[in-house]
Nanobody, 122 residues
């Protein structure tokens, strides 16, 4: 059974850092495309960062360029989102999701975690 569990969210001050974890079970993260998405109150869900299956190529949103990084630990079957220089506008519920294709589109994701809340205070 495929399962994704996010953790690592919390309250942090602006310019601070957090590392989110997405622990997977039921499949190997190295063989899947894993995406991080976020949804702020009153806003649509947006893709933040994604790592594709096989070659590990990545996609990221312009809004997080130079501040966020995605990584994958195949031994722990976990994907991480390292978030630095956080801004109040990064406040959102962050979700990880997966599919066995190479698409980073939210519409292509087959499984989703329940999310973890990140709140950035000014």
């Amino acid at each position: 059974q495929v399962q994704l569990v996010e953790s690592g969210g919390g309250l942090v001050r602006a310019v601070g850092s957090l590392r989110l974890s997405c622990a997977a079970s039921g499949f190997a993260v190295g063989a899947a495309t894993i995406g991080w998405f976020r949804q702020a109150p009153g806003k649509e869900r947006e893709g933040v960062y994604c790592i594709r299956r096989s070659d590990g190529s990545t996609y990221y949103a312009d809004s997080v360029k130079g501040r966020f990084t995605i990584s994958r630990d195949n031994a722990k079957n976990t994907v991480y989102l390292e978030m630095n220089s956080l801004k109040p506008e990064d406040t959102a519920v962050y979700y990880c999701a997966t599919n066995l294709r190479r698409s980073c589109s939210s519409n292509a994701m087959d499984y989703w975690g329940k999310g973890t809340l990140v709140t950035v205070s000014s």
